[in-house]
């Protein structure tokens, strides 16, 4: 790993693609200051779950005989998502619109995709703004949109210009407007609630909108949101990942805890890890739903509470992830 006087470093993430099984030479990408940080343990990036994702939806896309021509993406981070998605659905592909919030996140995206792709024919739209707004204004309809949005609300006290606290914390004007109603409020669902609503607008005929989430809460309360939006709930995979930027997610999650009364869903790492691998569980996983695994966990359950606790214990503590798939029905 390079650092720059920027404080940019260069990083090599051949090793996330190997290991989600994607074709592909060399990859570097540039992490600029105010980007999502990517961690040396592929397991606790996000991304590395996106990537195994996203070949999966292929199969699905593939087995209804959709084509992806458009892809949208939400908060792009350093790009390597976008990356991915260029090389799993090459030769269909032709457009990705890639959004984020902040202008010098979004131009790095942009240098790391087109530095890294082959294909000189796939068109790249970076657009700033908020959620699916930018690509609202553009009229353009994707046939998927792709987001691991912060879902945690900004304090006013959290510094937004370092990567980690910009993909933590999301600013409440993001989603107030939507007027996500009070259940999904109280589990720090309001910005989850704006981005599915926002996705419904841009999506072409079919389309699907894609989100990533930890599985902090019940399953049922994330299937009650996509029903009051009226959409299909598919799980693409399900994996478990030691909770990164502990400290401040573990005190966000408990503020939530200590206003609502709600009892959020993390687990103990160690003992987790142990039990999915003694079932023989790839992580992720797309032969077992979401519910099975929280399930399976249930002995291990601990409170956002109780994960500061632990922290200050210096005892891990990790989070099922979801990637979900909802259908305009
Ligand atoms: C959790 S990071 C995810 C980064 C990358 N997609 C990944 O999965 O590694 C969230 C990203 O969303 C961006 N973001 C924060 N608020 C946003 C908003 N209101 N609209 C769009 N993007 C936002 C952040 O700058 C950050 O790049």
Not at 96 to 118: E, H, P, Q, W, Y
Not at 206 to 232: A, C, D, H, M, Y
Not at 254 to 264: I, L, P, V
Request: proline share 3%.
């Amino acid at each position: 790993m390079e650092h720059s006087s920027k404080g940019e470093r260069k990083i090599d993430v051949t090793s996330l693609f190997k290991e989600a099984d994607i074709l592909t030479d060399h990859v570097d990408v540039v992490e600029t200051k105010g980007m999502y940080p990517y961690k040396a343990n592929i397991e606790e990036n996000w991304v590395y779950y996106t990537a195994v994702a996203m070949k999966r939806l292929m199969v699905l896309l593939n087995r209804e005989r959709r084509i992806t021509k458009t892809i949208g993406i939400i908060g792009i981070g350093n790009g390597i998502e976008a990356i991915a998605m260029a090389k799993i659905f090459q030769g269909e592909l032709k457009h990705i619109i890639m959004t984020d919030i902040d202008k010098d996140v979004l131009c790095g995206a942009v240098r790391n995709v087109s530095n890294s792709i082959s294909d000189c024919t796939l068109k790249l739209t970076p657009l700033i703004g908020s959620l699916c707004k930018p690509i609202e204004r553009t009229g353009c309809k994707v046939d998927f949109v792709y987001g691991n949005i912060p879902n945690l609300p900004t304090t006013g006290y959290d510094d937004i210009s370092k990567g980690a606290e910009r993909g933590t914390f999301i600013s409440p004007s993001a989603y107030e407007a939507s007027m996500p109603p009070e259940i999904f409020s109280r589990w720090a669902l309001a910005a989850q609630f704006a981005y599915l609503q926002g996705a419904k607008r841009i999506l072409a005929l079919g389309g699907s909108v894609i989100t990533e989430l930890g599985g902090r809460l019940p399953i049922s309360v994330i299937q009650e949101l996509f029903k009051e939006l009226g959409l299909g709930f598919q799980e693409i995979i399900v994996g478990f990942k030691v909770q990164t930027e502990a400290f401040i997610d573990f005190q966000g999650y408990q503020r939530f805890e200590k206003e609502y009364g709600t009892s959020f869903e993390f687990y103990l790492y160690k003992e987790s890890k142990a039990l999915l691998e003694s079932k023989g569980i790839s992580n992720p996983s797309s032969d077992v739903s979401g519910e099975e695994v929280k399930e399976w966990l249930k002995p291990f359950k601990v409170s956002a509470g109780e994960a500061l606790n632990l922290y200050q214990k210096n005892i891990h503590v990790g989070h099922t992830v979801h990637v979900l798939r909802g259908n305009l029905k």
